[in-house]
């Protein structure tokens, strides 16, 4: 029988907040993190994004030891709490996952022939000398899919018992190089997100950091992680598989693994990016998957799309979603506009829960699927 896995401490750092209460506050009241932004780019060409403001953040960062970037600040400002909650040494039983897609890539363009300030294992590497692990950190990469990966990840590393804890920290922020890529696509919206909605037109990008603590210690655990699944569709570089085969699947092994049925999965915290694609890909997957009854939603009304951050601050919102038996509602949501049925959240409500599934998918055909059950 495999090891149970948990997760422990939790926190984030997004523009509704800097830590999980504050945010669900802001989700309760509706509000979004969302706004139009002059200057973000050099074009100066105006976008909608949810941006952590850097004033604020630069108040609540007081380490001076070094220069730091806006996303390492964050990215700190998320992880250090977490480790000092937790009250364990950091010793060779405890890892550190870093999980992002873009890290520093801005560094780039201030010297283009030193890759060196710009690489995720130098970043990794910074963070966990700041907060003082011992172990070598472990980078996760792969595009919007990280985030909850890294999970995945850190509870098979415990099973195999190759680390007794490990903590994670999930960060993107919103730069350059991300807008150009994403206006590439001709991915971006022209307004706040829609996911699932009938009038979308695409992505909303985000910024935030995250952090959790998975472990094998149910001592203050919040969930325990019951079954988890990642396949790659092959489909294509950038689109999904138009048959959802790759979430599918997904979702069907981590189910398998936590020996359970549709009708047990209380709440879908899905992944939701309002692109004609994506969005179409989820409704069918989970259709396939026996899910459209399941209540879901997509978060990327209140934060954007923030990457490598999305899966694991999802998750953080996720866990408070089954703690105190709120589903939150999808914002932007109007009319549907997928194929199949699946059951959006409209609005704020009570409802006792006890399992949820995180879910996420990715450029390259990357997916996840991961089961959570609350503690008694």
């Known amino acids: 029988m495999s090891k149970p896995v948990y997760i422990a401490q939790t926190n984030c750092i ?5 830590d999980v209460d504050g945010n669900i506050e802001q989700i309760l009241a509706k509000v979004s993190g969302i706004a139009l932004h002059q200057n973000l780019t050099k074009s100066g060409i105006p976008f909608y994004a949810a941006v952590v403001d850097e ?3 630069n108040q609540a960062f007081q380490d001076a030891r070094m220069h730091f970037t806006k996303l390492e600040k964050m990215l700190l400002l998320a992880l250090q709490p977490v480790v000092t909650e937790s009250g364990i040494v950091l010793n060779e039983e405890v890892a550190l996952i870093f999980s992002t897609t873009k890290g520093n890539v801005e560094k780039l363009e201030e010297n283009y022939t030193n890759i060196e300030p710009a690489l995720l294992s130098g970043l990794a590497q910074k963070m966990a000398d700041v907060v003082g692990f011992k172990t070598q950190p472990i980078v996760i990469s792969n595009a919007c899919v990280s985030g909850i990966m890294a999970v995945s990840v850190a509870k098979r590393l415990i099973q195999a018992e190759v680390y007794k804890h490990v903590f994670i920290v999930a960060g993107d922020a919103v730069t350059e190089f991300v807008v150009s ?11 706040p997100c829609k996911p699932y909605s009938k009038n979308r037109s695409g992505v909303t990008l985000g910024e935030a950091a995250a952090a959790v603590l998975v472990t094998s210690d149910p001592t203050n655990a919040k969930v325990k992680i019951l079954g988890d699944g990642s396949i790659n569709d ?3 570089i950038s689109g999904p598989s138009r048959t959802g085969e790759g979430l599918f699947r997904s979702v069907a092994s981590a189910m398998k693994e936590a020996k359970m049925i549709p009708e047990q999965i209380d709440y879908i915290s899905a992944h939701g ?3 004609p ?3 179409e890909m989820e409704s069918i997957a989970f259709s396939r998957s ?3 009854a399941a209540p879901l939603n997509s978060l990327k009304g209140f934060y954007g799309h923030t ?4 899966g694991l601050l999802e998750t953080v919102i996720g866990i408070e979603s089954v703690l105190r038996n709120q589903l939150f509602v999808s914002l932007g949501y109007d009319e549907l506009g997928v194929s199949e049925p699946i059951n959006i959240i409209e609005e704020n409500r009570y409802k006792p829960l006890i399992r949820f599934l995180k879910t996420a998918s990715g450029f390259g055909g990357c997916n996840t699927a991961v089961i959570f059950e609350k503690m008694n």
């Open 273 to 275: 990016t309002a692109t």
């Open 181 to 191: 890529g994403f206006n590439s696509f001709q991915a971006m919206s022209d307004a």
């Open 307 to 310: 990457l490598g951050a999305s």
């Open 234 to 236: 092959a489909n294509h």
């Open 290 to 292: 026996g899910l459209s």
């Open 55 to 57: 004033h604020r953040l």
């Open 14 to 18: 997004t523009p509704l907040g800097f």
């Open 277 to 279: 694609f994506n969005d």
